[in-house]
Structure formats: structure tokens, C-alpha cells
């Protein structure tokens, strides 16, 4: 299948995600948000893939936002469909059931931004840059940014972020738990392919149960605690968890066949 704004290229179990617009800073189109879809279901039916990478081509950005000659003319009913087709697509990634590392290379900045946010672990480039600009235009964020801020960062940071339009360095996205790590801009790839590459050693099975722990949430702890036990047993079915505990006892590399 031809692509014209994502590419997909695989090393080893890793599927690398790049989205292709370096002259448009990576601008999220509303086709570039199509073939994300379309390319993350791909990776979904291909059982060699078991972690994902996401980045953006060139060395600018990472995702520089929706593309504004798209939504400066949008009608309420129009906008609001605009809006829920982003969240959308940022909720099937958020709760894909293989990991998904951003390698953020460059500027993350609104639909850029909540595009990061919807990835399970995020690695930036010591000269990328987050922000929720859209106060400036005359709007909110709108692909989930006002929710997936207050929980990343909290209450009080995403506010003045929302609020005042204003970009945050990757030193500070650290301090704040944007970003997990910071790395030099030239070993941001390798370093995103080296947490991708631990990940895939792992029990493909096991990393989607894992996953699928961490992302419910419930009003009620008792229910998130329950839901937890009833993984952990689920585990117990499987060909790995044998393997696991067999290599442990034996002291030897566990051999893991995501079964």
C-alpha cells in the first residue's frame, strides 16, 4: 500500500513509524492522520512487529501541529467532527496493545503535541520543543490535549501551558513528566531503538496484558486492583510464563514465543 505523508519501515521486531512533511513541519493533515490509521492497523495485523516507533522526517519537527488552511473556515458541526476524528485516531494509539515509543526530534507542538501524548513512552531530542499554541488561533486543544496534559503533568502546569500558548523545552518536559528521557539529538534514534529493542525481547502476550492494566481506569481502586488479578491469572495460561519462570530456576536467557 503507497503512503504519500507516513512511512513504515520495519528493523527486526521494531516497526519504525516516520511521518514524511519536513517543507510542512510535519503539519498532521487531515490525510496524514488517515495513513497514521491506516499504517497502525498494518503493524496491529503483523504479529512480527512487537514494539513501534514514532517519529517525524528531518530535524525540526517531530509534528508541528494540525494544518491550519484545514480548520480557519470549519463550521461548529464541522469542527466538531474534526476533532473527534483526531481523538480517534489518538485513542486506538493510546490503547494499541503493542508499545508505541515517540522519538520526539523536534518541535511538538498542538496536534503534534497530543500526538506524543497518545504515545506509551516518550524519548525527546534535547532541542525538541512541546506546546499547546492553540489559545493563539482562537481555540483549544481538540485531539485530547487538555485531558492527556492534566494527567501527564498535572492540573496547574497544564493550565499555564493551555493558557499562555507557550513552549517548553525537553529539559523542562522532563521535570514535569512529559518526556521520559532526554537524549542528544544525533543518539535520539538509537536511544528510542534501544528501549524498542528491550521491549521485543519480552513476551508479546505478556506486554499486552501489561498494557492493557496500565490503561483502565476506574472511580473505584478495588476495581483496578481486581482487574490487575485477573491479568496476572490470564498470564498464568500462557507458554511464556512457563519459559519465563522455567529459564529463571534454570538460569538461562528465557526464550519467549508471544504464546
Known amino acids: 500500500m503507497e503512503f504519500e ?14 511521518i514524511n512533511r519536513p517543507d510542512k513541519l510535519n503539519a498532521l493533515n487531515l490525510r496524514t492522520l488517515d495513513e497514521l490509521r491506516k499504517i497502525f492497523k498494518m503493524i496491529e495485523e503483523d504479529s512480527s512487529i512487537l514494539s513501534v516507533i514514532l517519529t517525524g522526517a528531518g530535524d525540526k519537527a517531530f509534528a508541528a501541529g494540525a494544518d491550519i488552511t484545514e480548520i480557519n473556515k470549519l463550521s461548529k458541526r464541522e ?40 504515545c506509551h513512552i516518550r524519548i525527546a531530542s534535547e532541542n525538541a520543543r512541546f506546546g499547546q499554541p492553540e489559545i493563539n488561533l482562537g481555540i483549544i486543544p481538540g485531539y485530547g490535549g487538555t485531558v492527556r496534559l492534566r494527567e ?10 493551555i493558557l499562555t500558548g507557550d513552549m517548553i523545552d525537553a529539559q523542562e518536559a522532563y521535570r514535569i513528566g512529559l518526556v521520559n528521557k532526554v537524549t542528544p539529538h544525533a543518539e535520539l534514534l538509537d536511544a528510542a531503538k534501544k528501549t524498542g529493542e528491550k521491549i521485543a525481547s519480552k513476551s508479546g502476550v505478556i506486554i499486552k496484558y501489561a498494557l492493557e492494566s496500565l490503561r483502565i481506569k476506574s472511580t473505584e481502586r478495588r476495581e483496578e486492583m481486581e ?26 536467557p528465557a526464550q519467549f514465543k508471544n504464546k
Open 5 to 18: 505523508n507516513v512511512i513504515l519501515s520495519k528493523e527486526g521486531k521494531i516497526g519504525i513509524v516516520k
Open 79 to 118: 469542527a466538531e467532527a474534526f476533532s473527534k476524528n483526531g481523538q480517534e485516531i489518538f485513542n486506538y494509539i493510546e490503547n494499541f496493545d503493542k508499545p508505541v515509543i515517540a522519538a520526539i526530534n523536534g518541535y511538538a507542538l498542538g496536534g503534534g503535541c497530543e500526538l506524543a501524548m497518545a
Open 152 to 161: 501527564i503533568a498535572g492540573k496547574s502546569k497544564a493550565l499555564e501551558m
Open 227 to 252: 482487574n490487575e488479578s485477573r491479568l496476572f491469572a490470564l498470564c498464568t495460561e500462557t507458554e511464556d510464563f512457563k519459559e519465563g519462570t522455567s529459564a529463571f530456576l534454570e538460569k538461562r
